[in-house]
């Protein structure tokens, strides 16, 4: 069943059971008042059925009436019977039709009944109990299965009971007619509650059905569907505010998987590329070794001097591969204190013996210790290597290192060409090289930059590429001190 089907049902339940708990009530209380009427109409009425009795002689043989008045009969014990073989009560009691009378001797045997029909049709008799009890009123029933309220009492001056029984026609009457009336009002109600509440809870669960119909259109591949609106006012708004959350952050994994998955592949096809070419070359000198087409000393001495080069290439992106594969690794890192100062310097006696033309500086304020591992080496080298390679000849380097607050700034400095893109993040993306028809000269496989923002990234550092305000590139490391 469904969420809504639920609510409004549960709804009519707790109305329906509201409403019948007061009907009966109303009911019971309805039934009391009437019943407890009738009750007194019944105790009221015995002195004038008391009256209609002596009238018509009904009594104690040897007992006349003018013994329980004290005298002869007035004008209203002469009052004649009505139609039906009934007679009229006294003009200040109210009877219903249908009020029956009945006296008995000290034995309980009947002496006469009377009956008020005041001209209609008599009722059924009511089968009086022999052990009804004087002053106490209870429920009798006819042959016709109608309902009276009898109440005995002593007759005055006589031995013997007289009996008046009520009828509760009229009382049940009424009580039908308020049980139809209550189970129309309580079945219009629940009609009505039924629709409202239906058109309610459907208002009330369209949000939910727009997240239902968003993440159906999610499941179909559109992951940029938002649930609209969302506001934290009510709870399926802040479910919605939540789902949103949560798709952003789908979209933004997903994004990041195929960003990634992107770079793998690109990865692979440079890998294999920048691997292919040495490979070829190998095999091609190989294989002229072998036909016997190098015979000559000079021509051996060639092939094995390029089989020697490439080898030694492809032994170097072999190993930048592996320096990259193990920074992608999750790993615990050895911390310990490297002092980039000296890194510094030595990188810089590196790049001299590399280049003896070039001015290459070093300028220090103050220490510069950091808490890493022996590979931040590789950043000050990779990055003053990449200087030398795509600069002129005798282009100055400057290198720079400075604590700043909790942090150490390393900068090296060319005075060449400057960034050769617009977009300097892309210089850190492996395999990524300046030069056209992807030739690989003195750039090499283009794995230096990516090494470095890896090593960075590993000790929980920056680094920027920026083109410096008087000429040149400038390469920024921030890492903690």
């Known amino acids: 069943m469904s969420l809504r089907a639920r609510l409004v049902l549960g709804m009519l339940a707790l109305t329906a059971l509201g409403l019948l708990v007061a009907g009966a009530v109303t009911y019971a209380e309805q039934k009391s008042s009437l019943q407890g009427r009738v009750d007194e109409q019944a105790r009221a009425a015995l002195p004038s059925v008391s009256h209609q009795l002596d009238d018509k002689g009904v009594n104690v043989l040897g007992y006349e009436s003018r013994h329980r008045f004290g005298g002869p009969p007035g004008p209203g014990d002469r009052d004649g019977g009505g139609p039906g073989g009934g007679g009229g009560p006294d003009a200040t009691v109210n009877l219903p039709p249908g009020t029956y009378g ?63 029984a009520v009828p509760l026609a009229e009382a049940n ?57 969302a506001t934290p006012g009510t709870e399926v ?20 998987r195929e960003a990634s998955e992107n770079r793998l592949r690109r990865f692979l096809a440079d890998a294999s590329h920048e691997l292919r070419t040495p490979l ?7 294989e002229l070794f072998r036909i016997g087409a190098a015979r000559e000393s000079g021509d051996v001495e060639k092939a094995m001097r390029r089989i020697e080069s490439e080898s030694a290439r492809m032994g170097v992106v072999v190993e930048d591969l592996l320096t990259l594969a193990r920074l992608d690794e999750v790993h615990d890192v050895v911390r310990e204190p490297v002092d980039l100062v000296q890194i510094a310097r030595d990188a810089a006696d590196d790049a001299r013996a590399m280049d003896p033309s070039r001015s290459v500086a070093v300028r220090a304020d103050g220490g510069a210790v950091v808490t ?4 931040l080496r590789q950043v000050v080298g990779n990055l003053m290597r990449n200087a030398v390679v795509h600069t002129p000849t005798g282009t100055p380097i400057e290198v720079a290192v400075a604590p700043l607050g909790e942090q150490v700034v390393l900068e090296v400095r060319d005075h060449g060409p400057g960034v050769p893109t617009t977009d300097p993040e892309a210089l850190f993306e492996r395999f990524w090289r300046a030069e056209e028809g992807r030739s690989r000269g003195r750039a090499g496989a283009g794995l230096g930059l990516a090494i470095v923002a890896g090593l960075v990234a590993a000790h929980d550092g920056t680094v920027t590429a920026q083109n410096a305000e008087s000429g040149g590139a400038l390469f920024i490391v921030v890492l903690p001190a």
């Open 280 to 286: 070829a070359s190998i095999r091609g000198y190989a």
């Open 173 to 229: 009457r009424t009580l039908d007619r308020l049980l139809r009336v209550e189970a129309l009002v309580i079945g219009s109600v629940l009609i009505a509650l039924a629709l409202l509440s239906g058109l309610i809870v459907r208002l009330g669960l369209r949000p939910l059905d727009r997240i239902g119909d968003t993440a159906g259109a999610i499941a179909g591949g559109d992951l940029s569907r938002r649930v609209s609106p």
């Open 102 to 164: 009945q006296r008995r001797d000290a034995s309980g045997e009947v002496l006469g009944n009377v009956v008020f029909s005041y001209g209609e049709q008599p009722l059924a008799v009511p089968k009086i109990p022999a052990d009804l009890k004087p002053g106490e009123v209870t429920t009798v029933r006819s042959s016709a299965d109608l309902e009276y309220r009898a109440v005995a009492q002593q007759t005055d001056g006589q031995p013997g009971t007289t009996i008046v």
């Open 372 to 375: 890493g591992d022996p590979h």
């Open 237 to 256: 708004g802040r479910l919605g505010i939540a789902l949103n959350a949560m798709l952003d952050r789908l979209e933004h994994a997903f994004q990041e």
